[in-house]
């Protein structure tokens, strides 16, 4: 109580990007924060850990971010970490392809959208028609017209539509979509993918940079979002689960949790994952639609290959990968320059239906095969140690129609709100989304 003026409480299931985001925005406008946190540390999907095999830290999983990732940039300004990513300068990515040959997408550094015509142009993967089809293709995405219109039509659907060809489709359009949508183009949303091809390729040059963190996940965001919330008068319960909500004329009255304490405030935002909510509000009686709407959702996992050797295999920061079930290999040393990560490269799987109950050793047998075939030095490195990591649930499936499963931050129950970036924001599951609802939630909570 300062004066007359009560400060508002908000409690905040949940501590993910989309939880973290909505605190901090939440502090900066004068709330009390409160975030529980089920597990002993925070940062929900994306984080890190020791791993004493290989005496590292490591990533649960390699998060790509992109410069149009506005909201994510902001917040990470503020919990003063801005400096430990990494900005290309422009667009450029290396793909090898796994007969031997290699190509680069190296965008100039000119206005949007001729920035990205330009790498086009100078891609060598594809033949000069392809090119010529892509360039009208661009046109389809900014402008748009009944031809090109996406709605409820697959990626693959969409592409076919704008006269996209087999072999431009698995050069780069395939992997653009399993990178920004963690799904297979003939099972994703071309309508998602278009907003994000807007925004990422066809608005501001620096939008399409590539941005990668140059730290281990948990060093990134949740130890510093910690610190931010600890120094500005917040409060962090982790390690304890929510037994139940407290409930009373269609509002949320108390959080208790398995140890018997209450937590009240005048808000609650749940930013839990999609598959949790469910069990969150079991028992309330809440009967809204976006309580049922989960049902709708779909998982699409992801598998994480990180293999440690005796040498550095590549001079490359990262690359992509054709004609292969690996999509994306990253060499960490180079990524957080540092020699303790020398000759470990991470390897990614995004859309994993098939493989994710591959057996882990058969599953790094495949990573050694492929890597043979894209850096020959494989065959005479050694192999120190491994790790495979399977995220069943990393994302929701984006399919056609998903959009209608995906609710508001603001719920139909009076002081409650909505986060995660499987909420109604427009884009894919992605770091950007989660903060992106964390947000809009504090502004619906700010603006009542």
Same mark, same amino acid.
């Given at each position: ?277 469910? =069990?969150?509000? &079991?028992?309330? /009686?809440? *009967? ?6 989960? !049902?709708?959702?779909?998982?699409? #996992? ?34 957080? =320059?540092?020699? &303790?990560?020398? /000759?470990? *490269? ?6 994993? !239906?098939?493989?994710?109950?591959? #057996? ?40 056609? /129609? ?47």
């Amino acid at each position: 109580m300062i004066g007359n003026f009560r400060v508002k409480k908000v409690i905040i299931i949940g501590g993910g990007f989309a939880g973290l985001s909505a605190a901090t925005a939440l502090i900066t406008a004068g709330y009390h924060v409160t975030i529980i946190e089920q597990r002993r540390f925070l940062g929900g999907r994306a984080y890190s850990f020791y791993d004493k095999e290989t005496g590292l830290e490591l990533d649960n999983g390699q998060h790509i971010l992109m410069g149009c990732y506005e909201n994510t940039f902001r917040f990470l300004r503020k919990i003063g970490v801005a400096d430990k990513l990494y900005f290309q300068k422009n667009l450029c990515v290396d793909f090898l392809d796994t007969d031997g040959h290699a190509y680069r997408l190296d965008c100039l550094p000119l206005p949007s959208p001729f920035h990205i015509l330009s790498g086009i142009l100078r891609f060598k993967a594809i033949s000069l028609s392809e090119k010529i089809r892509m360039l009208n293709m661009a046109k389809g995405v900014m402008f748009g017209n009944a031809t090109t219109s996406s709605h409820d039509l697959t990626i693959t659907e969409w592409l076919k539509r704008l006269g996209q060809g087999e072999k431009a489709r698995e050069t780069l359009w395939d992997i653009i979509t399993l990178a920004t949508m963690n799904e297979h183009p003939d099972k994703s949303s071309a309508a998602i993918f278009r907003n994000v091809m807007k925004k990422a390729f066809f608005s501001h040059r620096r939008n399409s940079r590539i941005v990668l963190p140059v730290v281990p996940l948990s060093s990134l965001f949740a130890e510093a979002a910690e610190i931010y919330i600890n120094k500005n008068c917040g409060s962090i319960e982790k390690g304890i689960a929510v037994s139940e909500l407290l409930t009373g004329n269609n509002s949320v009255s108390g959080v208790k949790l398995k140890d018997g304490r209450v937590f009240r405030g005048d808000y609650y935002i749940s930013a839990v994952p999609y598959y949790s909510v469910q =069990r969150l509000f &079991a028992g309330t /009686g809440f *009967l809204g639609a976006e309580f049922n709407s989960v !049902h709708g959702l779909r998982p699409s #996992p992801i598998i994480s290959i990180h293999l440690l050797f005796n040498t550095p295999l590549t001079e490359h920061t990262f690359v992509a990968l054709l004609n292969s079930p690996i999509q994306w290999v990253f060499n960490k040393e180079k990524i957080f =320059r540092d020699t &303790a990560y020398r /000759g470990l *490269l991470s390897l990614v799987i995004s859309g994993a !239906h098939e493989y994710i109950d591959v #057996p882990s050793e058969k599953l790094v047998e495949m990573a050694l095969r492929e890597l043979k075939k894209v850096f020959p030095d494989t065959s005479s490195a050694r192999l120190l140690c491994c790790k495979v990591i399977k995220e069943r649930h990393a994302t929701f499936s984006p399919q056609p /129609g998903v959009d209608q499963y995906r609710p508001s931050q603001k719920s139909s129950i009076n002081n409650l709100f909505l986060a995660g970036d499987w909420t109604d924001t427009g884009l894919p599951a992605t770091i950007e989304g989660a903060v992106l609802s964390g947000q809009k939630c504090a502004k619906a909570i700010v603006g009542i």
